[in-house]
Structures are given as structure tokens and as C-alpha cells.
């Protein structure tokens, strides 16, 4: 099982939100995972929906989270890189991309 996430751009339209989840979909079909649902980060610099989404893959028992590039984390390396280690280390679970990063 496998869980997406999303930090919703103020620009961002439907179109471009649901293209993002169908390549998030796709990627995770491939790499033989079955999609559960996708979190999505709507507020400029909340961390609400990364909080639930924590909380899922541990109440899940979950190890996967895709995003669709590890700039919908944090586009700032350190702060994607501590929410990268929370998700590891709070709910052993791995981050993967589809296009490798």
C-alpha cells in the first residue's frame, strides 16, 4: 500500500492537481503498489496534512509515500530533508518519486 502527497500550489489549478496525482497513480501501478489515497497540503506553510498522513501510514502500517517531486515536501533542502527523516524514522516509511529523485 502505498499513500500520495501534495503541497498545493495558490496557482495551481484542478487540471494541473489531478495530473500530478494520474502520474502519482501510474508510477505507483508500475511499481506494483496499490494507491490508497492522497494527502493533500493546501495551506501555504501548514504541515497539517503531512501530520495526518504520518499518522495513516502509521495506523496503516504503510511504508510508501510518492510525491510527485520531493519539492512537495519543502522546495528548502533542510526542511525536506527533516520531514523526509520523520517519515522514516516515525513511520518507517520511504519516499519515492516518479521521476527518481
Same mark, same amino acid.
Given at each position: 500500500?502505498i499513500?500520495?502527497?501534495? *503541497?498545493? #500550489? ?6 494541473? !492537481?489531478?495530473?500530478? +496525482? ?24 501548514? *504541515?497539517? #496534512?503531512f ?5 495513516? !501510514?502509521?495506523?496503516? +502500517? ?32 520511504h ?6 529523485s
Open positions: 500500500m499513500y500520495g502527497y501534495l *503541497r498545493v #500550489a495558490d496557482d495551481a489549478t484542478d487540471d494541473d !492537481l489531478e495530473a500530478s +496525482e494520474q502520474q502519482m497513480r501510474r508510477f505507483t501501478k508500475v511499481e506494483g503498489f496499490c494507491y490508497a489515497s492522497t494527502f493533500y497540503e493546501d495551506v501555504s506553510g501548514s *504541515r497539517a #496534512a501530520e495526518e498522513l504520518t499518522n495513516e !501510514l502509521k495506523r496503516a +502500517e504503510a511504508r510508501h509515500v510518492v510525491v510527485p517531486s520531493l519539492e512537495h515536501l519543502s522546495s528548502h533542502p533542510l526542511l525536506r530533508n527533516h520531514m523526509i527523516e520523520r517519515l522514516e524514522l516515525d513511520a518507517d516509511a519516499v519515492l518519486t516518479p521521476d527518481g
